[in-house]
Each structure stands twice: as structure tokens, then as C-alpha cells.
């Protein structure tokens, strides 16, 4: 028997052992904000975000899911908690790893222990590895999103398990996965209506980084696997592409360098990708202005380096986003998204207010 002393001291340390040895501590203000979040909206929002504190500036009535791709953040779980919002989880894992059955229930156990410890309400599924249609990775692709969400859903009810494919089922980047398993058995499809020129292999020519006419085909391909249009939701960058141009012709077209990707002789990653935030200021400084692409639906303009070397930029705003918004409620889809919510200029100059303030009201197409 403990002497009395002894006794009162242990029962007050008694909570932090509970809280080490069990359930993590709540960090928020309000211990209700670590409940995770079940209630489903009809509308998604889907907001991937890098790092950094700028998610304070977000249009919050407007978000309803943030993927976690930098460090994780309490205060960024509590604050989206506080509105609402679903905070998940970035998942990604070498392939070949879970071929075997074991590791990929240790990679799922993991993830889920990781969700509850930071209370978080899912999980984004980004793999974006070559696959070949039959082989073992493609096999274990599909059970790995199916055992994930089976697992997510059984430990953390309510809980979104999403997964990021590309902008068509079509094999892009020879990712040849089982899109129509893979969409029943997750939430939602994160579609990644962007990086399409990331196989080119007709003119090596800077171009669009998301065509209109290109982006709503993949849609197409997508639902023509009978894919529920509920499941998907659109990616749309937030971000261009800055082309130096081997030679610039006298109707404007930019010729690039040849940067083989995946079995296409040239690709996007000729280009350094730029931030709305600094295309806003670039664009200012350009020999052309804006300009605009009627075949693409897409703004680029022109620029000359310290160098005296022509660059074209490529990339998206408002006039070229809105028909792709619309295009998701007419096509009945789940939602929309960017990639990513932090590039965007959230200072308060007024300028930069009205171009973030534009870009946010773009995702519901208006």
C-alpha cells in the first residue's frame, strides 16, 4: 500500500499517463474539435495544401475537405474542424512493397493509427507510379484502395478515403490501374485535370497545361467506364507552366526541348511550374501582355529573361477555370479542387485581394 503522499501525487499525474499511454491529447482549444468529421456535403471542395500558414486566408465557407501534403498542422485540424471541414491524410507507397499482402496491411495499419493519433478524418491516396495492366502491382493497386478504405471506414466512421488518378483513364503516364474497381471502392476520385502535356508526342511546342476541350474528354473516358459521377471530383491547377523557347516563331509559337517522359519523346518538364501569385506579377512585365488561346480556352503571355531568352507562360485563371465549373455541375460531378490552395498572392494588397478573391469564385463558376 502507497503512503497517502504517495497516493496524491500518483492520481495527479494520472491524466498525462493516460494521455501518453492511450488516446493522444486533444491540442485544440475545444476538445470537440478533435471529433472527427462524418457528416457528408453534397458539394466538394477539395483543397490540397503544401504548408505554410496561408490556409488562414482560405475561403473557408467555401472548403469542405484539405489534404495534408506538408507538415502536419494542429492548428490548421482544429481551425478546418471548426468549420467543418475534413482534414486528411497523404497516402503514398512504393508498389512493388505491397505486392505482398503483409506489408500492405502494415501500410494500412499504420496510416489509420496515424489518422486517429492526429485526429484526422481520411486519407488521399497519391499514387502516381507506372503500372501495367495484369501485373502484380496493378492487382495489389486495386486491393490496397479497397483494404484502405474498409479500414479507414471501420476505425474512424465517417471517415474519406480518396484517391488521385490522372486527367483520363487512358494509361496517362502509363498509369494503367483499375480505375472502375478502384472508384467503387474508394470515396471519391481526385482527378488531376492538369499536367496534360506531361506526355507530348506531336510538336515539342509549349502549349495549354490544361486544354478545355482535352480536360472535359477525360470526363468522357472516365464516365463511359460507367465510373458514378459522384465520385469525381476535378482538379484544377492553380499554377502555369514558364517555357524557355528553343525558337519562337513569327506567329507566336514557342518550340521547346526535348524532355522524354514515359515513352513520349518530349514533356511538360521542359517548363519550370510557376505560382499564380508570381504569374500575376510576371505577366505585368511581359513584351505581350495577356493573351488568349480560342482553340485551348487558355491565357498565356510572352516574356523576354535577363538573358534576352523568349519564355511563353502557360496557365490558368478565372476566364479559363469558370467553363470547367460549370462543366461539373452539368456533368453532375462530386465536386471541384486545385492544386494547391497555397500558391495564390493572400496579401492585402488590393490587387492581389480581387485575383485570389477571382480565383476562389472560379470553382463554383462564377
Known amino acids: 500500500m502507497?503512503?497517502?503522499?504517495?497516493?496524491?501525487?500518483?492520481?495527479?499525474?494520472?491524466?498525462?499517463?493516460?494521455?501518453?499511454?492511450?488516446?493522444?491529447a486533444c491540442p485544440c482549444e475545444e476538445p470537440e474539435l478533435c471529433q472527427q468529421i462524418r457528416a457528408q456535403r453534397d458539394f466538394e471542395v477539395f483543397v490540397f495544401d503544401v504548408g505554410g500558414k496561408t490556409w488562414k486566408s482560405y475561403n473557408w465557407s467555401?472548403?469542405?475537405?484539405?489534404?495534408?501534403?506538408?507538415?502536419?498542422?494542429?492548428?490548421?485540424?482544429?481551425?478546418?474542424?471548426?468549420?467543418?471541414?475534413?482534414?486528411?491524410?497523404?497516402?503514398?507507397?512504393?508498389?512493388?512493397?505491397?505486392?505482398?499482402?503483409?506489408?500492405?496491411?502494415?501500410?494500412?495499419?499504420?496510416?489509420?493509427?496515424?489518422a486517429k493519433s492526429q485526429f484526422m478524418d481520411g486519407i488521399n491516396i497519391d499514387i502516381e507510379q507506372a503500372v501495367e495492366e495484369g501485373s502484380p502491382e496493378y492487382h495489389a493497386l486495386t486491393d490496397l484502395v479497397k483494404e484502405t478504405t474498409d479500414a479507414f471506414h471501420s476505425a474512424i466512421p465517417g471517415s474519406q478515403v480518396s484517391f488521385d488518378v490522372a486527367w483520363s483513364p487512358n494509361c496517362i503516364d502509363k498509369r494503367c490501374y483499375d480505375y472502375v474497381r478502384i472508384a467503387e471502392s474508394c470515396d471519391l476520385l481526385f482527378v488531376m485535370s492538369y499536367d496534360e502535356q506531361s506526355q507530348i508526342t506531336g510538336d515539342c511546342i509549349a502549349t495549354a497545361n490544361a486544354p478545355l476541350s482535352q480536360t472535359l474528354?477525360?470526363?468522357?473516358?472516365?464516365?463511359?467506364?460507367?465510373?458514378?459521377?459522384?465520385?469525381?471530383?476535378?482538379?484544377?491547377?492553380?499554377?502555369?507552366?514558364?517555357?524557355?523557347?528553343?525558337?519562337?516563331?513569327?506567329?507566336?509559337?514557342?518550340?521547346?526541348?526535348?524532355?522524354?517522359?514515359?515513352?513520349?519523346?518530349?514533356?511538360?518538364?521542359?517548363?519550370?511550374?510557376?505560382?499564380?501569385?508570381?504569374?500575376?506579377?510576371?505577366?505585368?512585365?511581359?513584351?505581350?501582355?495577356?493573351?488568349?488561346?480560342?482553340?485551348q480556352q487558355a491565357p498565356y503571355f510572352n516574356y523576354k529573361d535577363q538573358k534576352g531568352q523568349i519564355h511563353q507562360v502557360w496557365?490558368?485563371?478565372?476566364?479559363?477555370?469558370?467553363?470547367?465549373?460549370?462543366?461539373?455541375?452539368?456533368?453532375?460531378?462530386?465536386?471541384?479542387?486545385?492544386?494547391?490552395?497555397?500558391?495564390?498572392?493572400?496579401?492585402?494588397?488590393?490587387?492581389?485581394?480581387?485575383?485570389?478573391?477571382?480565383?476562389?469564385?472560379?470553382?463554383?463558376?462564377?
Open 217 to 295: 474528354n477525360g470526363y468522357d473516358q472516365f464516365l463511359s467506364l460507367n465510373i458514378d459521377p459522384k465520385k469525381l471530383v476535378m482538379g484544377v491547377p492553380w499554377y502555369g507552366y514558364d517555357y524557355p523557347c528553343l525558337n519562337f516563331s513569327q506567329d507566336g509559337v514557342c518550340f521547346i526541348i526535348k524532355v522524354p517522359f514515359r515513352g513520349a519523346p518530349c514533356s511538360d518538364a521542359a517548363g519550370q511550374q510557376k505560382t499564380y501569385k508570381w504569374i500575376m506579377k510576371q505577366v505585368n512585365d511581359s513584351f505581350s501582355g495577356r493573351l488568349w488561346d480560342d482553340k
Open 62 to 114: 467555401m472548403v469542405t475537405t484539405v489534404a495534408t501534403f506538408g507538415k502536419y498542422d494542429t492548428d490548421l485540424m482544429c481551425y478546418a474542424h471548426s468549420k467543418g471541414a475534413r482534414v486528411v491524410l497523404k497516402g503514398d507507397v512504393h508498389l512493388p512493397y505491397i505486392v505482398d499482402p503483409n506489408n500492405r496491411t502494415a501500410w494500412i495499419t499504420g496510416k489509420v493509427d496515424l
Open 2 to 24: 502507497l503512503p497517502d503522499t504517495l497516493t496524491s501525487r500518483c492520481l495527479l499525474f494520472l491524466p498525462s499517463i493516460i494521455a501518453v499511454c492511450g488516446a493522444a
Open 315 to 366: 496557365y490558368d485563371d478565372p476566364q479559363s477555370i469558370c467553363p470547367k465549373a460549370q462543366s461539373v455541375k452539368s456533368k453532375g460531378l462530386r465536386g471541384i479542387g486545385m492544386w494547391n490552395g497555397n500558391i495564390l498572392d493572400y496579401s492585402d494588397e488590393l490587387v492581389a485581394k480581387q485575383q485570389t478573391a477571382g480565383m476562389w469564385n472560379a470553382l463554383l463558376g462564377s
